[in-house]
């Protein structure tokens, strides 16, 4: 493939994968809203929705790698990755503000008046017979049950100690990309796989002791429908970050990217450092406080 001059604009070719994504996509949305109202097959058709994801990933990240590698992308192209990676993280940012936000103003705003502050008397009339507007707050006793909180400076606190570490190795390895310290680098990026790892598995862990020993699930009124939701998401963040750091460590692995050309690590750590500060959030307006 030809290189691409510098006063040049990149014109990319015709490609099938974003219809096959597309498709993909649209297989996964109709499948879960059958499989959500009792159909026999819509659990099949929702795997293979997701195998087609996966393949057009394959793909399309694949045709992607190899223009990069072979020298058709020029500092324009390079330009529009860096603007694409940082709505992206933008759009993420907010996702995670209407969590943050709904926590807040079910914790500060909420709570409080459905126990009576600022209107003078209390409501309880609309909810049960002895509800106290104190925070985590269930359901009554046959609805929600009893549980208890995870204490923030057990596992929560180990995980946070580990996310941080982790961007901080991170950081290495990208020094010791922009030295051209090739045995550095992947050191330090498997390093950075593997606590990302260990958190996950400790957040695994969190959560089977939260359902079988604490009795705090998705269940127990508002407080475990925002625990679950928050920690989950970016529990789920955190694996595709430790999937793409990966995906990232391989690729250097086999000699890909360069000090003065290489993006697609750097979008990577910008991913797991926008996933290090969102935990911070998390440990300090969940567990914490």
């Not at 790892?197 to 998705?218: K, N, P, R």
Request: net charge negative; proline share 3%.
């Amino acid at each position: 493939m030809a290189q691409h001059a510098e006063n040049s604009y990149y014109v990319p070719h015709g490609s099938k994968w974003p219809i096959v994504g597309s498709l993909g996509m649209i297989t996964m949305l109709a499948s879960a809203a059958n499989w959500m109202n009792g159909s026999a097959t819509a659990e099949w058709t929702f795997w293979l929705g997701m195998a087609i994801i996966i393949f057009m990933m394959f793909g399309w990240f694949g045709t992607v790698i190899r223009e990069s590698e072979s020298g058709m992308y020029n500092s324009q192209v390079d330009g529009s990755f860096r603007l694409g990676m940082t709505w992206f993280i933008f759009s993420e940012v907010m996702f995670f503000a209407v969590f943050f936000g709904t926590l807040f103003y079910v914790r500060n705003l909420a709570v409080p008046w459905l126990g009576g502050e600022g209107t003078g008397a209390s409501t309880n009339e609309y909810l049960w017979q002895g509800y106290m507007p104190v925070w985590p707050t269930n359901g009554p006793g046959d609805i929600g049950g009893e549980f208890h909180t995870i204490p923030a400076f057990g596992v929560p606190f180990i995980n946070t100690l580990i996310l941080l570490s982790s961007g901080l190795t991170v950081t290495l390895a990208h020094h010791a990309l922009k030295k051209e310290h090739r045995k550095s680098l992947v050191m330090w990026l498997a390093a950075t796989v593997a606590l990302g790892f260990i958190f996950v598995g400790l957040q695994a862990a969190e959560y089977h002791e939260a359902y079988t020993e604490l009795g705090l699930t998705l269940g127990t009124g508002i407080y475990g429908a925002t625990f679950f939701m928050l920690t989950g998401f970016h529990g789920m963040h955190v694996t595709l970050g430790a999937i793409m750091l990966t995906v990232i460590m391989f690729r250097s692995m086999k000699g890909h990217f360069k000090p003065n050309h290489h993006f697609a690590f750097e979008a990577v750590a910008w991913y797991w450092h926008f996933v290090d500060v969102v935990w911070l959030g998390l440990f300090i307006f969940v567990y914490a406080l």
